[in-house]
C-alpha cells in the first residue's frame, strides 16, 4: 500500500504541475514557475497532500535524473567553441563569489567555513531555467546567451570539487562518512573513468559487433541504465553525492557511439525530470516560512542577486566584454540554481548551519528561481541604460582618421561584417555605391580593411556612433546582426534620428519580425520565412525531377 500510496502522491504533483504550467504560460510566464508552486501547494509546507517523508526522496531522485540528462547533454568541445571569454569567466566568476562571500561571513563574524560554503551554495545557478527561457526567447545563440552557457556549463563542472569541498567543511561526521582521503580518491576515479571510458565504450562495438548495437535499441538503453545506477551508487558509498556519481555517467556515455540513441531515448523523459525536479523544490519549501521570515528574506533573496550579477558583470567586463552584455549575462545567472539545493543538503549532513539559516536560505533560493522568469527579459534594457551612464561615448568610437565625421555622403551604412554583412555588402559595391561597414569586432574590422573597405569602430546602438557614420546623409541602413534585441535598438534608435532614411533589417527569427515592421523597417529580411520559401522550391524542384 505504501508504494500505491507515492504513486498517487506523485501523479497528484505532476498533474497539478501541468496545469499550473499551463495556466502560468497563458500569462506569459515559464512554466517553471507553475512546478515551483505546485510542489509549493500540495507538499508538505502546504495542504500536505504529499507526506514529509517521501519529500526528500522525490527531490533526490529528481537530483539524480536531471543531472544524468544535463551530463548527456554536456560535451568539452561543445564548451571549447564557445570561446574563451565564457570559459574563463565562470571559472572566475565562481571563485570571486566564493571570496567575497567569505569575506562578507568573516565580517559579520559568520565564520570562514560557513562563508565558504555559503559562497560554494550561492556561486552556482541554474542551468535547467536559464537555458530553458534563453530557448524560448530565441537569445541562446546571442551575446548574451552564449555566454551565459559557457558559465553555466562551467558552473555544472564546478560541482564536482564543490560536493565534496562543502562536505568536508560541513564537518560532516559518523559511521558512514568515509575520510577526506578516501573522498578524494573517489573523485580521482571518477575523474579517471570520465577520462578513460569512452575509449572502452567507443571499442565495444569491435567485441560485440556493430549491427547488434545499431539495429538493437535496448541494449545502448541497459548500458546507459547499468552506468548511471552503477555510478551514483559508486558516489554514494564513496561518501560523495549520488547525483554527482549521475552527472558523471551523463558525461561518460555524451561521448560514447551510443550518445546519440540514448539523448534520443531519454530525451523525451527530460520535461519529466525537469518537472519533477522543480516540484520537489517547491516541496522543500514552506508557505509559514515566508511569513516567519518576512523581514530578513527579501534581504537574503536582494543580497544575492545583486551579488551575483556585480560579480559577473565586473568580470566579465574585465574580459572585455560590452557593458550591456556583461550586465545582461550577470542578471541571467543571478539566481541560486538547482545544484545549490544538492549543496545545502551536503552541508546540513554536519549541521553547518542552524534550522532557521538553513530555511532562509532555502527559501531565498526558492524566491531567486521564481524572479528569474521577470528578472531575464531586463537584462538587456537595463544593461543598455547602464551603458549609456557608465560609458556615454565608447573609447572605441575614436576614428583615427577612419572615416571622418560628415564623410562619406549618400553612402550605404551596414552593421555588422559577418557573413549576411558581407553579403549586404557585396551587392552596394556591385551597385558601385559607397559603402561604411560599422562593427565592434576588431576580426571583422580586419577583415573589412584587407579589403579597402571604410570601416567605423563603435556601437550603434549610441546616437554619436551613427552620427560619426553620418546618418543624416546616407542613402540606407542596413543592420545585419543577428542578434534581435540589439537589432531593434539600432533600429528604433535610427528611425528616431532619421524618419525618412530606408532602413533593411535582418530578422533571425520570425517571431521578431512584427516588432520590426513596427519600429519602421523600410524591408526586413525574415531569415525563417526565406529558409521556407527556398525549401519549398527545393522540394518542388526535386519532385518535379524525379
Known sequence: METWSILIEITALLGLAALLGVLVERLGVNALIGYLLAGLCLG???LRLVGAEHVGAVAELGVVLLLFTTGLEFSFR????????????????????IALTAILALAVGGGLRRGLVLGAIVCLSSTASVLRLLQDRTELETTTGRTSLGILLVQDIALVPLVPLVTLLGGAGGARTPSPWLQVAGIGMLL????????????????????????????????AVAICLGATWSAHALGLSPALGAFAAGMVLADSP?????RADVGSLRALFLALFFVAIGMLARLDGFARHALVLPLAVAAILVLKTAVAALV????????????ATGIAISQVGEFGFVLLQAANRGAL??????????????????LTPFLLPLGHRWGAALERRLVPLPAAATLAGEAAAGEPSHHVIVVGYGPAGQGAVEGVRRRGDRVLI????????????????????????????????????ARALVITIPDPTTGL??????????????????????????????????????????????LADMVENCLDAC
Not at 571549447?80 to 571563485?95: H, K
Not at 565592434?440 to 567605423?456: E, I, K, N, W
Not at 533593411?504 to 520565412?529: L, P
Request: overall charge positive; glycine content about 6%; some cysteine.
Open 44 to 46: 508538505p509546507g502546504g
Open 78 to 97: 561543445r564548451l571549447q567553441r564557445l570561446g574563451p571569454v565564457p570559459l574563463w569567466g565562470g571559472v572566475l566568476q565562481i571563485a570571486a563569489t
Open 192 to 223: 579517471l573513468v570520465i577520462v578513460l571510458l569512452p575509449r572502452g565504450l567507443r571499442a565495444l562495438p569491435h567485441f560485440m559487433g556493430r549491427m547488434v548495437l545499431t539495429r538493437n535499441r535496448e541494449l545502448p538503453i541497459l548500458a
Open 258 to 262: 551510443f550518445a546519440t540513441q540514448v
Open 316 to 327: 566579465l567586463r574585465l574580459l572585455r566584454l560590452p557593458v550591456r552584455h556583461a550586465i
Open 353 to 370: 548551519f542552524t534550522p532557521e539559516v538553513t530555511e532562509v536560505l532555502l527559501l531565498a533560493i526558492f524566491c531567486t528561481l521564481l
Open 438 to 473: 560599422v562593427d565592434t569586432s576588431p576580426a571583422a574590422l580586419g577583415q573589412a580593411r584587407a579589403h579597402d573597405l571604410p570601416v567605423l569602430h563603435g556601437d550603434a546602438t549610441y546616437p554619436e556612433i551613427l552620427d560619426h557614420a553620418n546618418l543624416k546623409q
Open 489 to 534: 535598438a539600432i533600429l528604433r534608435l535610427a528611425r528616431g534620428m532619421e524618419p525618412a532614411l530606408p532602413i533593411i533589417v535582418r530578422s533571425r527569427y520570425h517571431r521578431y519580425a512584427a516588432d520590426m515592421e513596427r519600429e519602421g523597417a523600410t524591408r526586413i529580411y525574415d531569415e525563417e520565412a526565406a529558409a521556407g520559401a527556398s
